[in-house]
Every structure is written in C-alpha cells, then in structure tokens.
T-cell receptor, first 116, second 113 residues
Framework: AQSVAQPEDQVNVAEGNPLTVKCTYS??????LFWYVQYPNRGLQFLLK??????LVKGSYGFEAEFNKSQTSFHLKKPSALVSDSALYFC??????????????FGKGTHLIIQP | NAGVTQTPKFQVLKTGQSMTLQCAQD?????MSWYRQDPGMGLRLIHY???????DQGEVPNGYNVSRSTTEDFPLRLLSAAPSQTSVYFC????????????FGQGTRLTVV
C-alpha cells in the first residue's frame, strides 16, 4: 500500500524568508510525486511533479521540490515567501505499480502561513 | 476551456434525503474520481472510474453510488444522507497516462442536518 506523510499541520514563515513544506512517502514501486495547493473555498491546483530525471523539479509560482530517494522525501521549497503563498498544501503519491483510477494517495495537508 | 465542472457548489440536506452531485469534464480524460475532504484528514477516495461503464470503490465508498455512462460525466449519488457525510466533495479527472497530474473541480460543500 502507498502512503504519504506531511508531518506539520502548519508552517509559519515571515515574508521574504525561504520556506519548506515537508513530505515523505511510501510505495512499493517507483513513486510519481505531486504537490497541489488549495486556496480557501477553491479546488486543488497542480503545482509540480516528479516522475523521473532531475531530482530538483520546478513548478508554478516559483515553487520547487527536491526528490530524495534514500530519504523517501519530496519537500516543497521556495526561496522567498510571499503573503499570497498562504494556503493549504497537499503532497500526493502515485505508485508506478498501479492502483485505483488516478491511484493518488494524499497527505493530510499543511497550512502554510506567510506573515507580513 | 472549462476543465472539470461540479454542481452544485453548496447543498444542505436533511438526514435521509438523497441527492446527486454532478461532475463533468471536457478534456476527454478516461479516469475520473470522487474524493471527500474533511479537516485534518486530507482527501479520501470514494469511487473511481477508468472509463465509460467501469467503476470501482475507493477507500470510503459506503453510502455512495456512482455510474459512468459517458466519458464526460461521473455523477455521485448519496442514497440516504447522514450527518457523517457532511464534507467537501471534489471530482477529479486525469488522462490515461499514470504520470500526469489530476485536474480538480471547484468542490461541493455538503451539509447534512
């Protein structure tokens, strides 16, 4: 079975500082990893994904994530936080071995709060 | 360029009532899913479909039915609403390749009283 852990319910960062939102995963095959963002009363929006290749992937709104196979992690990062980055962030994994329609398993989400 | 469209956006039901949440996508995606989002629990898969005429259960299917008569539509039916079904429901679609991202609707906020 596949699983995702987001160990922090909330992350607080001052505007202009770097931010990290943590994610670890467990799969039996190779992982396909995704980050989504949810703004209040909205659906989930895709930010970035790791499928294969370079361990550092870049996505929308200046976000990037680093895939670390040995630590089974896929942490979301941004060099300089903006107040508008405040939202709920979800990490998700799909096992290349299959399972389900879209086969996605989501973490519980991390509230990112950027303080002016 | 609608993507995934869910209706209604908000709904209040009385315990025991039934209703259908609508989901339509215009991207010709084969795969569609229904999730519920509850505070502190992330998104949990209710039912999914890998194509017209094919559906299967996810993690939390009890109390819900689905059907997939066309590629575009994937309605979710609540048979007899219960307060435990108060939640935000999201429909998602993804094309046939496993490593592409899912597209989500805007959600339906359902309250059962």
């Amino acid at each position: 079975a596949q699983s995702v852990a987001q160990p922090e319910d909330q992350v607080n960062v001052a505007e202009g500082n770097p931010l990290t939102v943590k994610c670890t995963y467990s799969v039996s095959g190779n992982p396909y990893l995704f980050w989504y963002v949810q703004y209040p009363n909205r659906g989930l929006q895709f930010l970035l994904k790791y499928i294969t290749g370079d361990n550092l992937v870049k996505g929308s709104y200046g976000f990037e994530a680093e895939f670390n196979k040995s630590q089974t992690s896929f942490h979301l990062k941004k060099p300089s936080a903006l107040v508008s980055d405040s939202a709920l962030y979800f990490c998700a994994v799909r096992d290349s071995a299959g399972g389900g329609a879209d086969g996605l398993t989501f973490g519980k989400g991390t509230h990112l709060i950027i303080q002016p | 360029n609608a993507g995934v469209t869910q209706t209604p956006k908000f709904q209040v039901l009385k315990t025991g009532q039934s209703m259908t949440l609508q989901c339509a996508q215009d991207m010709n995606h084969e795969y569609m899913s229904w999730y519920r989002q509850d505070p502190g629990m992330g998104l949990r898969l209710i039912h999914y479909s890998v194509g017209a005429g094919i559906t299967d259960q996810g993690e939390v299917p009890n109390g819900y039915n689905v059907s997939r008569s066309t590629t575009e539509d994937f309605p979710l039916r609540l048979l007899s609403a219960a307060p435990s079904q108060t939640s935000v429901y999201f429909c998602a679609s993804v094309n046939s390749f496993g490593f592409t991202e899912a597209f989500f609707g805007q959600g339906t906020r359902l309250t059962v009283v």
